[in-house]
């Protein structure tokens, strides 16, 4: 019994009717705690849904209807039994799983009151986000204080957005203004405001720094710096003299060969060991670097991927053209392998905002290191769940918002060959 | 007129164990077109890519324009931006408008004004007629259009030599008479030219000398008449019945 084009009617009916029954079904028992199968045993009412719906889908089956949306559909999830039934578990999936998800996020979740016992229901405690949001936002930096971290923020945002000015004038400074001005403009911004200890700003050591706002002060500079030297690493393995292309491969290796974590425990412990007894460092600053250099192993290996990528003859017409090593590499090699790569290096980038939270081994407290600071004060125990899903969300906004820009370069830069 | 712009001398060429070039000898005068030709993997490509030092010899001496080649060259680019190449590939820039494929040399290399470039480069796409194509990119232009770009591209650097790596080899039948049409016009002008290439029409209608070059070596060298009338030896014979 297949629908053919003469009975189609009767067939989309009947088959539309048993598959809606079986979503009605799934959709009851789930969001309401009705069966209306309970009259049938209980292993028969389980599967119920699923034997109904196949008939369903089995039903409207039919290779060319000539009715668009039916058509779309069966070429798409009902083109045989198997994908019909593959369809049908994952919308049930669904269906079964969006109760229990939207009561611990909003239905049983808290969020007034400002002590633990505020929160009596049985989904998650906002309520501890909420008191909590000042420290995992700035960490330990005083609270009247705050407002200089904000400031600091928006200005370089502000200015993260100069690129945008239309005007033919500054268009050649571009890319000097963000890869050399602009970091110095942010250095002095965050030195000056977020650290002070000048223009009557009160000092705030950087133990003190820490939350949301670490981790961007952290992910920037590393960014930043690590883009260069790993440019010049992935340039370094590939000349042809031979000490600088083996300091570079060893260089490479070397990084590329420890975990993270050593090396940030490395550049705490050890590397003050070989300092000067009067000479100091901060904290902050040897994590940075010491992350820096070890993305910048990952960003010139990428690079070079890319440098590796264009063919022979981009090298031979800069050369005939009378060009020499740096005019070739700025005006013809690096635009083009740099455009090959963004996504790897929007991969690198990735990575690397989210190893930022293993800076809590030297001490420094980024949002994780915060979350797992609050989850063990005793007066608000038991909330860690709701920390990390805070946590993971936080994360999952900066590094989808990061991608989605890298695929905007993507586009932009896009050229055909 | 008599001093050559070009002299090789005893050059030779290996690539690892194996010898590309032996005993490579040749003059080129100013205003001279040369005509390369033979069978792959004869050496042609690898003699005029030598000429520019995009391949280093290891014996034998190439002055090129009055300078020797060497790996004390330090001038290197110097010699190269008097020498222009067209190349097979085309290797036009790809990220590049076509006037900015030609305006980037001599801006960069010459530091020539921008003003001085654009209208210099917008000259020689005018001659050889892609002067319409200027702001479009690489990517949208046909094979022989940006073979012609390539050209003029060269050009551009207001070179005293012009070196050809098979200019036509890659391109559509239909495409080749363009782009031969634009070299014919350049050897007119007085341009110095080496040219590698199998369209023996051509080297007939321009060429001075045609060489023929077979297993890395010079197998005969004559006038163009005289090349295709009474070729000397049988390599030569043999290689001249086959492509004609």
Known sequence: MNPDKNNLNNYIYVGTSLFALAILDVFLSSFFQINITSFLPSFLSFIFPLIVGLLGLHLIRIEFSGIKKLDLINKNINTNTFNALLTLVIIFIIIKSIPPIMSWFIVDANISGDTKEACTGSGACWTYIKIWMRRFVYGMYPNELQWRINISFILLVALAFVGYIPSEKFKKF???????????????????????????????????????????????????????????????????????????????????????ITVLFMSSVMFPMFLPEDFF????????????????????????????????????????????????????????????????????????????????????????????????????????????????????????????YSYNLELKYKTER | MSDPIIKIEGMNKWFGDFQVLKD????????????????????????IRCINRLEEHQKGSIIVDGT?????TKDIEKIRAEVGMVFQQFNLFP????????????????????????????????????????????????????????IARALCMEPKIMLFDEPTSALDPEMIKEVLDAMVNLAKA???????????????????????????????????????????????????????
């Open chain 2, 24 to 47: 490579v000898n040749l003059s080129v005068e100013k205003n001279k077109k040369i005509v390369v030709c033979g069978p792959s993997g004869s050496g042609k490509s690898t003699l």
């Open chain 1, 174 to 260: 571009l890319t000097l203004y963000y890869v050399v001005i602009y970091p110095i403009i942010a250095f002095i911004l965050i030195y000056y405001l977020i650290s002070g200890g000048a223009f009557g700003l009160e000092w705030v050591e950087t133990g003190a720094w820490g939350g949301l706002s670490l981790t961007f002060i952290v992910s920037f500079f590393c960014l930043i710096f690590c883009f260069p030297v790993g440019m010049f690493l992935a340039l370094g393995r590939r000349s042809q003299l031979p000490t600088l292309k083996y300091i570079s491969i060893g260089f490479i290796e070397f990084w590329r060969g420890v975990p993270l």
């Open chain 2, 95 to 150: 990220h590049l408008s076509i006037l900015d494929n030609c305006t980037l040399a001599p801006i960069w290399v010459k530091k020539m004004p921008k003003k001085e470039a654009e209208e210099l480069a917008m000259k020689q796409l005018k001659q050889v007629q892609i002067a319409d194509q200027a702001n479009k990119f690489p990517g949208q232009l046909s094979g022989g259009q940006q073979q012609r770009c390539a």
């Open chain 2, 190 to 244: 007085g341009m110095t030219m080496i040219v590698v290439t199998h369209e023996m029409g051509f080297a007939k209608e321009v060429a001075d000398e045609v060489i023929f070059m077979d297993e890395g070596m010079i197998v005969e060298k004559a006038e163009t008449k005289e090349f295709f009338a009474n070729p000397k030896s049988d390599r030569t014979k043999l290689f001249l019945s086959q492509i004609l």
């Open chain 1, 281 to 404: 460092m901060d904290k902050l600053v040897r994590v940075i670097i010491a992350i820096s250099l070890f993305e910048a192993a990952y960003v010139a290996e990428v690079i070079r991927g890319g440098l590796q990528a264009l063919p022979k003859g981009q090298y031979d017409a800069a050369k005939s053209l009378g060009m020499g090593y740096w005019k070739m590499h700025i005006f013809v090699i690096l635009p083009q392998a740099l455009k090959l790569v963004i996504p790897g290096i929007a991969n690198t980038f990735l990575a690397l905002v989210k190893d930022t939270p293993l800076i809590f081994v030297v001490g420094l407290l980024e949002i994780v290191g915060m979350l797992n600071l609050a989850k063990t004060n005793p007066k608000w125990l038991g909330f860690a769940m709701e920390g990390y899903v805070f946590a993971a969300i936080i994360f999952w906004i900066i590094c989808y918002a990061m991608s989605k």
């Open chain 2, 68 to 72: 020797e080649l060497s790996e004390n």
